[in-house]
């Protein structure tokens, strides 16, 4: 098989017989060129969008819910409805102890306070955390350092500030580690500066400053403003975050039934739709591209069908002359083979270029929507073994219909 391959009169056959009708040949590939081409560039389109959200949470800790008090709805225990509920640290310990599932509970704290820097001065939005923080929810540090237990512990005056901060209270190009600002007329040492733009869920922040130091200058006492609870990555967020509100409730003394004390937010719940839609997606980029090559490729069976019947008489004479039923198969099976795989890296080339040019056009920047659309080495692959399969298999086709014909039928054929 291999010499017939290398066979200079095999190719030669090849390419008469598509010189003959090029336009026809040509049109016949566009199918298959236009299958794999849909297969390269959704798939590459896909891997982009996962690339770019993959990017937003890729330092997030995605399996996590974000709880927080509000107001109750249903009266319960000489309590009226409308009571306000406040979380507490105890809450949060207790959380974390007794709900099963949790890897980290987070609580936060946070107030719109007046800033100042010298003449410059702006209100700002300034939460109270711990160190823990940056591992959940990791902010890229431009500068500096972020809150480390030595600053909770001694109540450190210590903060961590953002790049639109900086710009409103700074000069441009002046280095603001080791300044001080001013916060409700207390001065903070600036440690830290962060890129403004990195993911951060629930309320944003402009000012990060120690938990404790916060608790302490607006005398929040054991008060907190919301919790964010992380589950361990094979435990339900969803069944987390139902028991952590029924515990809250009895900790609280709120009926079992009321929906309207607890807010919460379910990051884990949102991130596994998205991520079940670009799954969904990939399943139907591989359902459409497949679909259409195999209707590429039958096209091209179609037109072999009809080279065949053009090439009776050539392929009588060739019986009449010792070709035997498997060598006029194997020529008309690698025919069809060429002409799939010619059209397939076509196809494959140009989809490269329509990924390139996404990269150069949604690509670039923090905020773009495609990041480094591509596809692997190995889909290439897998996608060249579909065509080289589909080939053959639609090549039998005119193959046999080519050696169910009689060589003295054919050689009567006018």
Not at 91 to 117: C, H, M, W, Y
Not at 154 to 164: H, P, R
Not at 224 to 236: F, L, S, V
């Amino acid at each position: 098989m291999f010499r017939f391959l290398i066979d200079r009169d095999t190719w030669q056959e090849v390419f008469d017989s598509f010189s003959k009708n090029k336009l026809r040949s040509i049109l016949t590939m566009v199918g298959v060129w236009w299958g794999i081409l849909l297969l390269i560039g959704l798939l590459g389109s896909a891997r982009g969008l996962e690339n770019s959200f993959n990017r937003l949470f890729g330092d997030f800790a995605t399996n996590s819910v974000f709880v927080w008090g509000q107001s109750t709805s249903k009266p319960f225990k000489g309590f009226q409805e409308g009571k306000q509920v406040n979380l507490t640290l105890s809450d949060a310990k207790k959380v974390e102890e007794n709900v099963v599932g949790i890897e980290f509970v987070l609580p936060r704290s946070q107030q719109s306070t007046s800033v100042t820097k010298n003449f410059l001065s702006g209100n700002f939005q300034m939460a109270g955390d711990y160190p823990l923080l940056d591992k959940l929810q990791k902010k890229k540090l431009i500068s500096g350092r972020f809150i480390n237990q030595n600053d909770i512990e001694g109540k450190k005056k210590i903060a961590i500030i953002s790049e639109d901060t900086y710009k409103q209270l700074f000069e441009k190009d002046h280095d603001p580690i080791g300044e001080y600002i001013e916060i409700n007329g207390i001065n903070f040492k600036v440690v830290g500066m962060f890129e403004t733009g990195n993911m951060n869920m629930g309320p944003s922040t402009d000012i990060h400053i120690p938990f404790t130091t916060f608790q302490q200058i607006y005398n929040r006492g054991d008060r907190i403003g919301w919790m964010m609870i992380t589950g361990k990555p094979e435990y339900d967020i969803k069944q987390i975050e139902e028991d952590a509100k029924l515990l809250l409730k009895n900790l609280n003394n709120i009926h079992p039934d009321d929906t309207q004390a607890f807010g919460s937010f379910n990051l884990g719940k949102e991130f596994k739709k998205v991520t079940g839609f670009l799954t969904g997606m990939q399943f139907l980029t591989w359902f459409v591209g497949i679909a259409t090559l195999i209707a590429g490729v039958f096209a091209i069976g179609n037109i072999l069908l009809i080279t065949v019947k053009e090439r009776t008489k050539e392929i009588g004479v060739r019986r009449a002359l010792g070709a035997t039923p498997f060598e006029i198969k194997r020529q008309i099976v690698v025919e069809a083979v060429f002409l799939t795989l010619v059209a397939g890296v076509f196809g494959i080339i140009t989809g490269g270029w329509i990924l390139i040019a996404l990269d150069h056009f949604f690509g670039q920047g923090p905020s773009a929507a495609i990041v480094n659309a591509s596809v692997s080495i190995a889909v290439v692959f897998v996608a060249l073994i579909i065509l080289v399969v589909l080939g053959t298999l639609i090549g039998l086709i005119p193959a046999f219909k080519a050696t169910s014909i009689k060589p003295i039928e054919a050689l009567r054929e006018e």
